[in-house]
């Protein structure tokens, strides 16, 4: 038996019966990475010193009735969040040495609840893509074909959950970044609620948008990653304190009675037919659940990637305004004075998508344009957001496609931004209204590539979520199957 292959409920059982023990989990895991990292570049940064030393206080733990809801589970975490003491990197060149002096929150979570951190995961730098591509520190590769991208920017997180190089991983989304990856690797994402989780010590892309949540191999596992890291933190502002339920208890419950609904702006042209097909099929699972699917209306729709490509660039352009070579991070030597000292760091800290999006926020939010862009974007951001408040009240869940195609290869879409862009048409909704989205494998390519279904619900209903995701996994068949690298 792959230990690696099997799921965080599964390895709780085997560590509390005495069937295996969290070093031998952590060696198998590390195991696995020595075979395969070097052909998927999952991860930039490997803490195994620090994971086997949590593995065998885990083990303590477990054996003195202590343990956590994870105590002993190889879990990653994208590099984006701090951990203290190990290099925080945002996947570029401006934050390549940069160590934070501690723990964002979700890690901290993660410690409390015994997990053993086995490393920092690639990704889109800055968290600015959707295919892992523009990271500093390499390509991250889809474990089911490596000529492919993993989706993104949560790319190097979603590989190493699919490849088996860690149980579970966590992930940041501000358009699509945990489902889009989670999707094109045949794994399981959840974006929480705007507010669910803290932000502290995620390194912001755009704070209106970015919220952190779980990859994983099943919905059970989501689950019990959410039970870890949800709740409130009053170290962050836009931190919710409204109640964390048991997400656990929201598995293998039944949708019979629930209504589904398939918003009809969602299935347009230019879908791949394969992808089409495969959540057509997924409606029919929920009916034969005992869901009633019925069309709905979510007008707004269409304007979704240009209020986003207003809205994050022109927060990214303030986020990103302290990357100054004074500081810390990089910092270009040779300068002549102050501005030349600003102008050489940005130019050769940050790559290129980074620096698209950094001006066109900037001319965004510049004198005599605020109000023409940024304020009308967010003028229709509200609207955006009072179509799902509609939604919600003539049905439990929404279902969409989460891709409008399968994953494409690398280099494919890289010289033309746009087309990019629109890899995250159906995932940018959620972030832009604040409400929560999981995406679960619901089919796959005749060439053998994932499709995941998204669902989504009203703000703060991560439990209808789990339980729909539950339901249609368990119906569907798609759960166990892996890549073979």
């Known amino acids: 038996m792959d230990i690696t292959r099997?799921?965080?409920?599964?390895?709780?059982?085997?560590?509390?019966?005495?069937?295996?023990?969290?070093?031998?989990?952590?060696?198998?895991?590390?195991k696995k990475i020595e075979a395969v990292e070097e052909r998927v570049n999952a991860y930039i940064t490997l803490t195994k010193d620090e994971a086997f030393k949590m593995a065998e206080k885990a083990d303590k733990d477990i054996r003195e009735g202590k343990a956590g809801a994870l105590s002993g589970i190889p879990v990653a975490v994208k590099d984006n969040m701090c951990m203290k003491g190990v290099k925080t990197t945002c996947g570029s060149h401006i934050l390549e040495n940069f160590i934070p002096p501690y723990?964002?929150?979700?890690?901290?979570?993660?410690?409390?609840?015994?997990?053993v951190i086995t490393g920092k995961t690639n990704l889109d730098e800055f968290a600015m893509g959707s295919s892992t591509e523009t990271s500093y520190f390499g390509v991250t590769r889809n474990p089911w074909d490596l000529e492919r991208v993993p989706g993104g920017s949560s790319g190097g997180s979603a590989a190493a959950v699919a490849s088996d190089e860690c149980i579970a991983a966590l992930g940041s989304d501000t358009g699509g970044s945990i489902r889009q990856p989670a999707a094109h690797c045949g794994v399981v994402g959840m974006k929480p609620t705007y507010?669910?989780?803290?932000?502290?010590?995620?390194?912001?892309?755009?704070?209106?948008l970015d919220q952190i949540g779980p990859i994983t191999k099943d919905v059970e596992d989501c689950a019990i990653m959410m039970n870890g890291i949800a709740g409130y933190d009053a170290n962050e502002s836009t931190s919710v304190p409204e109640k964390v339920s048991d997400y656990r208890a929201f598995v293998s419950r039944d949708i019979e009675g629930w209504t589904v609904g398939i918003?009809?702006?969602?299935?347009?042209?230019?879908?791949?037919?394969?992808?089409?097909?495969?959540?057509?099929?997924?409606?029919?699972?929920?009916?034969?659940?005992?869901?009633?699917?019925?069309?709905i209306s979510l007008p707004h729709t269409e304007y979704c990637v240009a209020i986003y490509y207003i809205i994050a660039p022109s927060e990214a352009s303030s986020n990103l305004a302290r990357y100054d070579g004074v500081r810390y991070g990089f910092r270009q030597k040779g300068e002549e004075d102050l501005l030349d000292m600003y102008k050489t760091t940005r130019s050769s800290g940050f790559g290129a998508e980074v620096k698209r999006r950094i001006m066109i926020g900037t001319y965004a939010l510049s004198s005599g344009y605020y109000d023409a862009y940024y304020k009308k974007a967010s003028q229709v951001r509200?609207?955006?957001?009072?179509?799902?408040?509609?939604?919600?009240?003539t049905c439990d869940i929404i279902l969409t496609p989460t891709t409008p195609t399968p994953a494409?290869?690398?280099?494919?879409?890289?010289?033309?931004?746009?087309?990019?862009?629109?890899?995250?048409?159906?995932?940018?909704?959620?972030?832009?209204?604040?409400?929560?989205?999981?995406?679960?494998?619901?089919?796959?390519?005749?060439?053998g590539l994932p499709i995941a279904v998204q669902f989504m619900a009203s703000h703060f209903e991560e439990g209808k979520l789990i339980q729909a995701a539950s339901a249609f996994e368990k119906n569907a068949g798609f759960a166990r199957r892996r890549p073979e690298l």
């Open 408 to 447: 494409f290869t690398i280099g494919e879409k890289m010289d033309d931004p746009l087309q990019m862009y629109l890899s995250d048409i159906f995932t940018l909704s959620t972030n832009l209204a604040g409400v929560p989205g999981i995406v679960v494998p619901c089919g796959y390519t005749e060439g």
């Open 195 to 208: 507010g669910r989780i803290s932000r502290y010590g995620l390194v912001a892309f755009a704070s209106s």
């Open 263 to 295: 918003p009809k702006e969602y299935f347009i042209e230019g879908i791949d037919p394969e992808v089409l097909s495969s959540v057509n099929n997924a409606i029919k699972t929920m009916e034969a659940l005992g869901a009633e699917c019925r069309e």
């Open 103 to 115: 723990d964002a929150t979700v890690v901290r979570k993660l410690k409390e609840a015994g997990a």
């Open 382 to 393: 509200m609207l955006l957001r009072n179509d799902f408040d509609e939604a919600f009240r």
């Open 6 to 30: 099997l799921t965080i409920h599964e390895l709780t059982e085997l560590l509390r019966e005495g069937a295996t023990t969290s070093i031998e989990i952590t060696e198998s895991v590390f």
